[in-house]
């Protein structure tokens, strides 16, 4: 597939882009070299390849799930208007 000048000035109209002419025809070309690009990664037969998730095969580091806050819960509920069985109450705003 091949951009023509009409259909790259098209886009960039669409995007809110001016181009010149001059600037026209070299995006063009690297327009036409990315659609070969994805032309040639297409012709390349995938069946039977699982796709990746990473194209290395790295493991995420992670941290051990500790808490780094004290449990303040009693003395934000002793603080609140309304509380019931642990649960804040609140007015009702929907009929």
Known sequence: ???SIEQV?????????ELADD????????LNSILQ???QLQAVDTRGIEPMS???????RLRDDV????????AFQAIAP?????LYLVPKVIE
């Open 23 to 30: 600037e026209a025809e070299a995006t063009r070309a690297k």
């Open 67 to 74: 808490a780094t806050e004290c449990d303040a819960r009693d």
């Open 54 to 60: 990473h194209p290395q095969d790295v493991a995420q």
């Open 9 to 17: 000035m098209r886009v960039a109209g669409l995007a809110r882009i």
């Open 82 to 86: 309304r509380t019931e069985n642990g």
């Open 37 to 39: 690009l994805i032309e």
């Open 1 to 3: 597939m091949s951009l």
